[in-house]
């Protein structure tokens, strides 16, 4: 019996693993499609695009942990929206070659909203 709990937790931490790895990739593509759209938004590589990436995923996570509010534009309607957009502001202060004007996160963040939507998959950790 222990064997199959010690199988059972050490393929339940691979899939947290996977959640996360699937999480963070989903993220960037979400965010590279944003910045593609959104104009007065840039990212100018890829490594800023996954570093951006995790930065939204951490700051998501702590809003998420202390605040119980998820920043997404569709999370929590109207608040999640601001959120969103103070999050995708915030992001390039920790992120060199990421920039972002106030307009542009507003609008980044209705079509970050629109593009997470339709992309399948839970996307909570």
């Not at 004007?101 to 992309?119: K, P, Q, T």
């Amino acid at each position: 019996m222990s064997e199959n709990n010690q199988a059972r937790s050490q393929s339940k931490g691979t899939s947290t693993v996977w959640q996360i790895v699937g999480r963070l990739v989903t993220a960037a593509i979400v965010l590279g499609i944003t910045a593609f759209f959104t104009p007065g938004f840039q990212i100018s590589n890829f490594w800023a695009l996954a570093a951006a990436a995790i930065v939204l995923s951490v700051i998501d996570y702590l809003i998420a942990k202390f605040t119980g509010l998820h920043a997404s534009p569709f999370g929590k309607g109207f608040v999640g929206f601001v959120l969103s957009a103070i999050v995708l502001y915030v992001t390039q202060y920790f992120v060199a070659g990421y920039t972002i004007s106030w307009m542009a996160a507003i609008i980044g963040a209705l079509i970050y909203g629109v593009v997470d939507y339709f992309l399948p998959g839970d996307q909570a950790m």
